[in-house]
């Protein structure tokens, strides 16, 4: 097996030595290496027709008056949308031909399903280049971030998107002229709710890991939370207690938003939604009214709960992201303090032993007068005055000295 700098290496000899056996196995290594990445994008955009194929179906509801049909959210969108951030044009093609093979299971005809298919993908792209211009990130810890989603990726680009694709099914006979603004209303609302639930679920999927060392305590939280809003969503969905009660569900989502932040909240709103589509064609608080006033309560339900959590959300990130900046800020601070201290704090001489007589010079002149004095003492041929009678010897002549 070849690494790249043995391949290198092989490269340079092969050019050098002008070995055509060389060239072949560089030629052959550089073939693998095409057909690997080959193989790695067919496989992500097969992976991206079959998502878009199974997300496609469950916000489409059927026997509808106008059109016969119409969508509460388009989750396939919001899933383009998302692989286009985190995977780039490489799985374009397969976003389009998931968007073919859902047209086709719909029964078009070939013609319109691939008109429909390429109108449908120029929302999403649009919104990809357009945050992309405004330096998204996929982490989704800007309040900006969440703006740019918000307004370029769901509200401008689906706008686009929703009026070529209207425009192709009206083209092609698909839906009648006369049906045109409202279908594109009601195709640009459930693009917008597609974006705004399913592309942050599926950012915050991609990065999602079980933290090390979790409390007890937090795992028994995030079950009650997740527990909660499947129990509640139900009950103001399905028992039918009024559609006021359908408000009991953002206490839920706040929580999940404040203490996990964006995988609770973009999960809490997965769920939520998902139960509010399944119980529009069910027993609720909408099985009072026409199927249009439905959508219109669904869908203003299901884009307040999504905007409040994703802000939410981001908001607590930011803030906690900024919190810990400054704690480290701080001790970085406090480090840089306790070195400039280090730094000017005076440093001790070292001690040096010294001598018990540390003045040679005065010790030589001490020296010189003991000798001077014994010499006097000892008597010379002027020593009868004052050196053999006023001084004498050393210690006597120091005695009469004090005597006297």
């Given at each position: 097996?070849?690494?790249?700098?043995t391949?290198?290496?092989?490269?340079?000899s092969?050019?050098?030595?002008?070995?055509p056996?060389?060239?072949?196995?560089?030629?052959?290594?550089?073939?693998?290496a095409?057909?690997?990445?080959?193989?790695?994008?067919l496989?992500?955009?097969?992976l991206?027709?079959?998502?878009?194929?199974?997300v496609a179906?469950?916000g489409?509801v059927?026997?509808i008056d106008?059109?016969?049909q119409?969508?509460i959210l388009?989750?396939?969108?919001g899933?383009?949308?998302?692989?286009l951030?985190?995977l780039?044009?490489?799985?374009w093609?397969?976003t389009?031909?998931?968007?073919?093979?859902?047209?086709?299971?719909?029964q078009r005809?070939?013609?319109s399903a691939?008109?429909i298919a390429?109108?449908?993908?120029?929302?999403p792209s649009l919104g990809?280049?357009?945050?992309?211009?405004?330096?998204f990130r996929s982490?989704?810890d800007?309040p900006r971030d969440?703006?740019?989603?918000?307004?370029?990726g769901?509200?401008?680009?689906?706008l686009?998107?929703?009026?070529?694709?209207?425009?192709a099914?009206?083209a092609?006979?698909?839906?009648?002229?006369?049906?045109f603004?409202?279908?594109f209303v009601?195709?640009?609302?459930?693009?917008i709710?597609?974006?705004?639930?399913v592309?942050?679920f599926?950012?915050?999927?991609?990065r999602l890991?079980w933290?090390?060392g979790?409390?007890p305590?937090?795992?028994a939280?995030?079950?009650?939370i997740?527990a909660a809003t499947v129990?509640?969503t139900?009950v103001?969905?399905m028992?039918?207690p009024g559609r006021e009660?359908l408000?009991l569900?953002f206490?839920?989502l706040?929580?999940?938003?404040?203490?996990?932040?964006?995988?609770?909240?973009?999960?809490c709103t997965?769920?939520?939604s998902?139960?509010?589509?399944?119980?529009?064609q069910?027993s609720?608080?909408f099985?009072?009214h026409?199927?249009?006033y439905t959508?219109l309560v669904?869908?203003?339900f299901?884009?307040?709960?999504?905007?409040?959590?994703?802000?939410?959300?981001v908001?607590?990130t930011?803030r906690?992201?900024?919190?810990?900046?400054?704690?480290?800020?701080s001790?970085?601070l406090?480090?840089?303090?306790?070195?400039?201290?280090d730094?000017?704090r005076?440093?001790s001489a070292?001690?040096?032993?010294?001598r018990?007589?540390?003045?040679?010079?005065?010790s030589?002149e001490?020296?010189?007068a003991e000798?001077?004095?014994?010499t006097?003492?000892g008597?010379?041929?002027?020593g009868?005055?004052?050196?053999?009678?006023?001084?004498?010897g050393?210690n006597?002549?120091?005695?009469?000295w004090?005597?006297?």
């Open positions: 097996m070849l690494t790249s700098g391949s290198g290496t092989s490269a340079e092969a050019v050098a030595s002008g070995n056996r060389g060239n072949t196995l560089v030629i052959v290594v550089a073939d693998r095409v057909l690997r990445r080959c193989g790695v994008v496989l992500q955009n097969l991206t027709v079959l998502a878009y194929f199974a179906q469950p489409l059927q026997n106008l059109t016969g119409a969508r388009f989750p396939a969108v899933l383009t949308l998302a692989a951030l985190l780039g044009w490489r799985v093609p397969g389009v031909l998931g968007s073919l093979a859902v047209s086709l299971f719909l005809s070939p013609g691939a008109l390429l109108a449908t993908s120029v929302g990809y280049l357009l945050m992309r211009r405004m330096h982490q989704l800007r969440a703006v740019s989603l918000v307004v370029f769901a509200v401008v680009g689906m686009v998107g929703s009026v070529l694709r209207t425009g099914m009206v092609t006979g698909t839906a009648a002229m006369q049906n603004w409202y279908l009601s195709t640009w609302v459930s693009s709710l597609g974006v705004l639930v592309t942050p599926l950012l915050v999927l991609r890991h933290p090390r979790v409390r305590v937090r795992v939280e995030i079950t009650a997740l129990v509640l139900f103001v969905s028992v039918n009660m408000f569900v206490p839920v706040i929580w999940a938003a404040w203490r996990f932040q964006l995988p609770g909240a973009t999960l997965l769920i939520v998902g139960i509010a589509v399944y119980s529009v069910q609720g608080p099985a009072d026409d199927l249009r959508l669904v869908e203003a299901i884009a307040s709960a999504s905007l409040a959590a994703l802000l939410l959300s908001a607590v930011e906690d992201r900024a919190r810990d900046q400054i704690h480290d800020a001790v970085e406090v480090r840089a303090v306790e070195r400039l201290e730094s000017l005076p440093r070292p001690l040096i032993r010294q018990s007589n540390p003045d040679p010079e005065g030589s001490a020296e010189g000798r001077n004095g014994v006097g003492a008597g010379g041929p002027a009868g005055g004052l050196g053999g009678g006023g001084l004498g050393g006597t002549g120091r005695r009469g004090r005597t006297d």
